[in-house]
């Protein structure tokens, strides 16, 4: 997710010396698709560093949402310090995982890089920096002293957190209008504010908006959630965003479903399958699904593009000429095979096998028989997954996928959908799997179905070994298409 309040109108520095007195605290209401669901709190602490003063900036978001028609919590942490020279030092990130599982990460700049340690000890791979990024707390006085007019328009670079990358970012004052926020009553005078950042590896974040008062004060903000909805933040007093949380009305277990004309019967049977599908707003609709030996993608005109699949018990058991390289066995802070807990699933799950194939079925299997799905985690760790056994898709694929490269076998996660018939109809919904390395072939299994094989209605987005990374990035190929898709079944075979 980006950072919630990010927006610099120039890169004047203003002195701390000129600032409040410490600390400052500021409160918003978070609405998703209109409805209370929580709160966002940024704090700013006068510090030290050495003999120099310095600001620590701190952002708390807190969401209530429901999935499948259990309340989860969402949370997340992050902030920056910086000089009084408006030099950005440190950056801090706490995110929750699982619902007893938090990954904090602190950076420290030197030069061009930002040092980064996991977990207050663990050196991470540093992430590049760039000395122009403008902090929290420099972010919020530009916003009370620059007053912009319609028609100004800047640039600015901030560290968006949550994939430890810096972002350029373009904002743009359009023009005031006359908005009533949720959870108000008054109609307000504002001036609208659009910030457009990069493109982060292929996925276009979705536009801020930001709506300033008469004094440039902001006074709320605007923006699409990828797999939420319309998320938006209101300043308020800390007794009213604390109050009335009742979590959104939508689902988003339901309202991430991208919903079908007529149900597919025995969809996990299904052998070949032919979609047509269409991305929104997408030039580059070819490269959303992964090509491979079960799935191949053919653009037809536009944002349209036909996929044509089978199910891979249709794929050659012969050798083939595809390579897995080292990291599909190593260890990782997602797939951490090296876990002593999860060696010893692993160990129990193949018993005496020796057949590599034969191996991953046996994990599979005992993944399916023994985790209990549930909603209540995140995006939580295998070795955190082996002391719960429990979870939805992606704790079954991570713990899945660390077993079987425990006992040996290359592994890695694949992202996408899966067909599902829910409350509000047939549809595919967004999941994750398993695949590994088998005769030169890459080969999906999926622990929640334990069936050995994955039908025609798994399409594949993209795969990823999770080497050397603590952030979602991996996630983004899924992100960047979550509300833009639409799909047609052209044709479906089932055995």
Not at 20 to 41: K, L, M
Not at 120 to 137: C, H, Q, R, S, T
Not at 337 to 363: F, H
Not at 465 to 480: A, N
Request: charged share 25%; proline share 4%; hydrophobic share 40%.
């Amino acid at each position: 997710m980006r950072r919630l309040l990010s927006l610099a109108l120039c890169l004047v520095v203003v002195p701390l010396a000129q600032a409040q007195t410490f600390p400052i605290e500021r409160w918003d209401g978070a609405f998703i698709n209109g409805n209370r669901a929580g709160y966002v709190r940024t704090i700013f602490q006068a510090e030290k560093i050495g003999d120099e003063e310095a600001v620590r900036s701190t952002l708390e978001l807190r969401l209530t949402i429901l999935r499948n028609a259990d309340r989860i919590q969402l949370g997340m942490d992050n902030g920056t310090i910086e000089t009084a020279s408006g030099q950005v030092v440190g950056t801090f990130m706490r995110q929750l995982l699982g619902r007893t599982q938090k990954l904090s990460i602190e950076g420290v700049v030197e030069g061009k890089e930002l040092k980064l340690i996991m977990d207050g000890n663990k050196p991470m791979k540093p992430a590049p920096w760039n000395e122009k990024v403008i902090g929290l707390y420099r972010q919020y006085t530009l916003l009370k002293e620059q007053k912009a007019k319609p028609g100004d328009s800047f640039t600015y670079q901030s560290f968006e957190p949550s994939i430890n990358l810096v972002i350029r970012n373009t904002a743009t004052a359009k023009e005031y209008q006359t908005v009533q926020f949720p959870g108000t009553k008054e109609l307000r005078k504002a001036l609208r504010v659009e910030i457009v950042a990069e493109k982060v590896q292929g996925f276009q974040p979705p536009m801020l908006i930001q709506w300033l008062d008469e004094n440039g004060e902001a006074i709320a903000q605007e923006s699409e959630a990828p797999g939420l909805g319309k998320l938006v933040l209101v300043r308020t007093t800390k007794q009213l965003a604390l109050s009335n949380v009742g979590g959104a009305s939508v689902d988003v277990g339901i309202s991430q479903v991208v919903k079908l004309k007529q149900r597919i019967l025995r969809p996990y049977d299904s052998t070949n399958a032919v979609y047509r599908i269409t991305v929104k707003d997408d030039k580059e609709a070819d490269k959303t699904f992964s090509n491979d030996g079960r799935q191949q993608v053919k653009a037809t005109e536009g944002n349209v593009i036909q996929v044509q699949v089978q199910s891979s018990r249709a794929v050659p058991m012969d050798e083939g000429e595809e390579k897995a390289g080292p990291e599909f066995l190593e260890n990782s802070f997602f797939i951490a095979c090296n876990d002593a807990r999860v060696k010893t699933l692993a160990r129990t799950a193949a018993a005496t096998e020796a057949d590599p194939w034969r191996k991953a079925l046996r994990i599979e299997r005992w993944v399916n028989m023994n985790m209990r799905p549930t909603n209540q985690e995140a995006l939580a760790t295998a070795d955190h997954v082996a002391k719960t056994l429990e979870g939805d898709c992606t704790e079954f694929a991570m713990l899945t996928t660390a077993m079987c490269r425990a006992e040996g076998i290359p592994a890695r996660t694949a992202v996408g959908l899966i067909y599902a018939d829910t409350k509000a109809g047939p549809g595919f919904a967004f999941h994750m799997w398993t695949e590994v390395h088998i005769k030169g072939r890459w080969i999906p299994i999926d622990a929640t179905l334990g069936r050995g094989y994955v039908g025609a209605t798994h399409l594949k987005i993209a795969d990823q070994s999770w080497h050397d990374e603590r952030s979602m990035t991996p996630l983004l190929p899924v992100v960047r298409v979550l509300g833009k898709l639409s799909i047609e079944v052209v044709s479906i075979e089932v055995r």
